[in-house]
């Protein structure tokens, strides 16, 4: 395992929905409420099994600077078990002041009295789950809220005292038209949030809606799925508005107000350290991945026996450290600086990829300029093409 030496970020997953949309393919469920308690007291254990295990050499005195609690909906939990996780945290890590601490929500499942008590928790940042803002694109995949639902949940963040708002939008949707999505981009603005995530639907077999898609089906809507050409259309019509109102794009999907950018997902792009705590969590100390049990239930199961939830752990090979430091750093619109590639890799190892940049270059998906390599805005919505470019 390789040492933490720099500020770390913490990731809790907590993988329970009020009800499973048909496009989504995350490793979620729709549970009884019976679980939570448990849950909690897994995560609990896990987080003091971390500090009193072999990790804990490679981050004592390190502070962590970035906290994320993601999903599923972990508002579902109540502020009672939310608090009592940052306790837990706060109690075994050096968490930093002014540390980013965000946590996901649905319209309708944040209160005013649960808002107050996240901000009083620690929480300083929510991610809002609207996806749209048409009626009739929500319902059609399973969502239980409204567009007006999202506009009051962003009043009730308001008023609580959050400064730091995130809201996911999503292109691709059944029934979804160019007009539709163009009121979605102008409601969300209107709202004013600090930071603004927009996402292309993909036809996956993760999820109802991509399998039936795939299968050209009709259930869940499939058969009033917009086109590629949709998708194109309205990734640039995303681009276009909110570059105008004054968002920055520093990513394919995101999009930030000068100095809101998400400081927890760049360090997933720029491959920093983190820890993942919960079922389905990921973690990365730079040179090893560790990948803990899906289920839940297995996953409480296995802590309360003193067991360790990691089901998978990986040391990356420096072939594969180059093509993560490539897929996942042309994310980001400032893309990657060659030279440390060549410092923390040396000359043999990239001798491999200085051909493949040069005719990624030629072609016009990539280019370089004072020491960066970036994709070239022609190059976003085609970018997973590029990134397999950069895989042995």
């Known amino acids: ?18 009800s499973k949309c048909t496009f989504c393919n995350f490793s979620s469920e729709v549970v009884s409420a019976a679980i939570f308690d448990p849950y909690v007291e897994a995560l609990i254990q896990e987080i003091f099994r971390v500090a009193a295990g072999r990790c804990s050499r490679y981050f004592a005195g390190i502070e962590v600077d970035t906290i994320y609690v993601g999903g599923g909906t972990p508002s579902l939990l109540g502020a009672q078990r939310i608090k009592a996780i940052f306790e837990a945290l706060r109690e075994v890590f050096k968490v930093k002041e002014g540390a980013e601490s965000t946590l996901e ?3 309708r499942s944040a209160d005013n009295a649960l808002l107050l008590e996240l901000l009083a928790a620690g929480t300083n940042r929510l991610s809002i789950g609207a996806q749209s803002f048409d009626d009739r694109e929500l319902a059609g995949v399973g969502r239980l809220h409204s567009a007006l639902d999202i506009e009051e949940q962003v009043k009730r963040a308001r ?5 730091n708002l995130n809201l996911d939008l ?5 029934y979804q038209t160019m007009e539709s999505w163009r009121r979605s981009l102008q409601q969300a603005l209107r ?29 869940y809507h499939a058969d009033a799925l917009p086109d ?30 000068p100095g809101y ?3 927890h997902n760049r360090k997933y792009w720029e491959r920093r350290p983190y820890l993942g705590f919960g079922a389905g969590a990921h973690s990365f ?30 040391r990356l090979s420096p072939t594969e450290q180059i093509e993560e430091f490539f897929f996942l750093g042309l994310r980001q619109t400032k893309g990657v600086r060659l030279d440390q590639a060549h410092r923390r890799w040396g000359a043999p190892p990239w001798n491999w990829w200085q051909p493949r940049v040069e005719w990624l270059e030629h072609e016009g998906w990539l280019r370089e300029q004072d020491g960066w390599l970036r994709l070239s805005e022609q190059a976003y919505l085609v970018s997973n093409a590029v990134f397999q470019e950069f895989l042995r």
Not at 159 to 163: D, E, H, I, W
Not at 229 to 256: H, P, T
């Open 105 to 107: 929500i649905t319209p």
């Open 159 to 163: 008023q609580a005292g959050f400064k």
């Open 261 to 263: 950018e998400s400081r």
């Open 1 to 18: 395992m390789a040492r933490m030496r720099e500020a770390f970020g913490i990731y809790i997953q907590v993988p329970f929905c009020a």
């Open 170 to 174: 999503l292109a691709g949707l059944p």
């Open 285 to 314: 100390d730079g040179k090893s991945r560790w990948l803990n049990e899906v289920s839940p239930e297995v996953y409480c199961r296995k802590l309360a026996q003193g067991e360790s939830p990691v089901t998978e752990r990986r």
């Open 228 to 257: 590629e050409d949709f998708l194109a259309d309205a990734y640039e019509c995303a681009r276009e508005f909110l570059v105008q109102a004054g968002y920055i794009q520093y990513e394919i999907s995101n999009f930030a107000l």
């Open 191 to 219: 709202l004013q949030p600090e930071h603004i995530s927009v996402y292309l639907f993909e036809a996956d077999e993760k999820s109802r809606l991509g399998r039936e898609a795939l299968q050209q089906g009709n259930s």
